[in-house]
């Protein structure tokens, strides 16, 4: 099934940001998240067991060069952004929807408020610092379609109860 970005953005309010250690903990993990109401995962090539096949792309940051691969790969995708320029260079390749990242330390939510006033078709997804207990004021913002982060797989031996937990808290956030 081909998603567009604002369909991967809009199955759930949050997208879990997943670091996998170990082979064999990925469908764990990833079985406890979906169970647990978050279909959307978000894997980072910070390890290199990482690489598969994917749904969307997600990148740190834009360049035009990775703008213009992204595009012609027909795969969704949502490239970071900080700055009015960084939206800019996106919109000149035709894109609208970025994550905004690092999220808390690029300004937080008076930030992403300040780009997203003069960028108005501009989609959010806050990623970086982002916690369960300020999921919330993020999701409230109408410029922000979800958020990301890592807290949801908790750091140490994989318990898939806890994830499931933290996963199901998570899906019930809206703005
Ligand atoms: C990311 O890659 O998007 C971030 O590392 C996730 O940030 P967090 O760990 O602060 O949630």
New binding site residues.
């Given amino acids: 099934m081909t998603l567009t970005v604002d369909q991967v953005m809009e199955l759930a309010p949050v997208i879990p940001?997943l670091v996998i250690e170990r082979i064999e903990d990925a469908a764990p993990i990833a079985e406890a998240l979906v169970k647990g109401g978050l279909p959307t995962l978000?894997v980072?090539m910070r390890t290199p067991i990482a690489l598969a096949g994917a749904q969307f792309i997600v990148s740190?940051g834009l360049t035009e060069t990775l703008g213009k691969a992204a595009i012609a790969s027909g795969v969704a995708f949502l490239p970071g952004i900080a700055t009015a320029a960084d939206i800019m260079r996106g919109m000149d390749l035709g894109l609208s929807r970025f994550?905004f990242?690092?999220a808390e330390t690029s300004g937080g939510l008076p930030a992403l408020k300040a780009l997203a006033a003069p960028f108005h078709t501009a989609r959010f997804c806050p990623?970086?610092?982002?916690k369960f207990e300020t999921a919330g004021n993020w999701l409230a913002e109408s410029a922000v379609k979800c958020v990301?982060?890592?807290?949801l797989v908790p750091k140490g031996p994989v318990d898939t109860h806890r994830i499931e937990e933290l996963a199901r808290a998570a899906a019930s956030l809206h703005g």
Avoid at 127 to 130: A, H, M, P, S
Wanted: hydrophobic content about 25%; glycine content about 26%.
């Fill in positions: 940001v978000e980072t740190p994550k990242f690092p990623t970086g610092g982002i990301g982060g890592s807290w």
